[in-house]
């Protein structure tokens, strides 16, 4: 069993920014993925990024410019910057960790943008 705990979610005003974090315990395993999902009320959830423990990094689209995902390692911890939000990004977001065995979902940390 994998048990991730995410933080850093609120309220901030739109153009602000906010750092989400997401811890991965128990047995996790050397080669994984871990990253991070949103979903707004009536839509599906949706992909943001992800960090391989090999060091690929990748990005939606939609966060492309905005999110910066990182990882430490030796934390087995990764943190998504997130910077000029909008009203849209208003969301429950979650962080998924994957590896060859199985895949595990946080609890989900929610943010709102609005003034």
């Known amino acids: 069993q994998v048990h991730l705990v995410e933080s850093g979610g609120g309220l901030v005003q739109p153009g602000g920014s906010l750092t989400l974090s997401c811890v991965a315990s128990?047995?996790?395993?050397?080669?994984?993925?871990m990253g991070w999902y949103r979903q707004a009320p009536g839509k599906e959830r949706e992909w943001l990024t992800t960090y391989t423990s090999e060091g690929v990094i990748k990005y939606a689209d939609s966060v492309k410019g905005r999110f910066t995902i990182s990882r430490d390692n030796a934390k087995n911890t990764v943190y998504q910057q997130m910077s000029n939000l909008v009203p849209e990004d208003t969301a429950v977001y979650y962080c998924r960790y994957i590896d060859s065995v199985s895949t595990y979902w946080g609890q989900g940390t929610q943010v709102t943008v609005s003034s």
């Open positions: 128990g047995q996790t395993r050397s080669i994984n993925g």
